[in-house]
């Protein structure tokens, strides 16, 4: 029904996370620091004056920016309305221009053994993301298995040229160009191009959102437990 897929590169397998999980705590402080450096002087902004505008002190800024301090949340929210951003622009890795240029002809492509499918991935795959976003191409007549991800998983999918048949279980869905279709990408599906031309779509994959731990530390079981049993040997019968 399809064919394997050769990959010139697997968007999905992150070989990025161990080296960044190997990183050190300073490498924050360092992003920080350079991203607060950037935007004050994008917006041509002295450290007094975006002391003035911000509430934070000249100090704190200064210390922010040499990355000798990682700020709290309550003094990035205050640096950021005043330099109206998000909280989260100081968090990205992005060139010191503020954007990052993803050429097409530098774009690797996971591609099917017989070339009739392709995805090229549209976002920085640097660093982590809550979302993926990839143009695909479907050959005439060529049908492919979609990658069955974690529970919670979301595609939204919308054509650009031609036609497109996407199969989720036994459910079946035609797709002219510039129609959409949102599912769950925890189960089966595949996409086919039933049309004498290529297709292409674009695909947003919002990936699942990891649950809260709730464990408890095994040393406050323990103290839980001894006071439990102490309370219980006090306790006349």
């Given at each position: 029904m399809h064919s394997?897929?050769?990959?010139?590169?697997?968007?999905?397998?992150?070989?990025?996370?161990?080296?960044?999980?190997?990183?050190?705590?300073?490498?924050?402080?360092?992003?920080?620091?350079?991203?607060?450096?950037?935007l004050r002087a994008e917006r041509q902004l002295s450290l007094d004056a975006l002391a003035r505008a911000s509430g934070v002190s000249r100090a704190m800024l200064a210390q922010i920016e040499s990355a000798r301090s990682v700020p709290s949340?309550?003094?990035?929210?205050?640096?950021?309305?005043?330099?109206?951003?998000?909280?989260?622009?100081?968090?990205?890795?992005?060139?010191?221009?503020?954007?990052?240029?993803?050429?097409?002809?530098?774009?690797?492509?996971?591609?099917?053994?017989?070339?009739?499918?392709?995805?090229?991935?549209?976002?920085p795959e640097s660093e982590p993301t809550a979302a993926e976003f990839h143009e695909l191409r479907i050959a005439p007549l060529h049908t492919e298995a979609g990658t069955r991800r974690a529970p919670g998983t979301t595609v939204n999918l919308v054509v650009s040229e031609g036609t497109l048949e996407v199969s989720v279980h036994d459910q079946r869905q035609l797709l002219a160009t510039g129609d959409a279709i949102v599912f769950d990408a925890d189960q089966p599906y595949s996409l086919r191009n039933p049309g004498d031309t290529e297709a292409r779509a674009f695909r947003v994959t919002l990936k699942a959102e990891t649950p809260p731990r709730w464990d408890v530390p095994v040393q406050n079981e323990a103290r839980h437990e001894v006071a439990h049993e102490a309370a219980r040997a006090a306790t006349p019968v």
């Open positions: 394997p897929l050769a990959l010139v590169r697997d968007p999905s397998a992150d070989t990025d996370a161990p080296r960044r999980a190997a990183e050190p705590f300073d490498a924050l402080e360092q992003l920080v620091g350079v991203n607060l450096a950037r949340i309550k003094v990035l929210c205050k640096v950021a309305a005043a330099l109206k951003v998000s909280v989260a622009a100081f968090l990205r890795r992005h060139a010191t221009n503020g954007f990052e240029h993803l050429p097409a002809e530098r774009s690797a492509r996971v591609v099917s053994a017989n070339g009739r499918y392709s995805a090229r991935p549209l976002y």
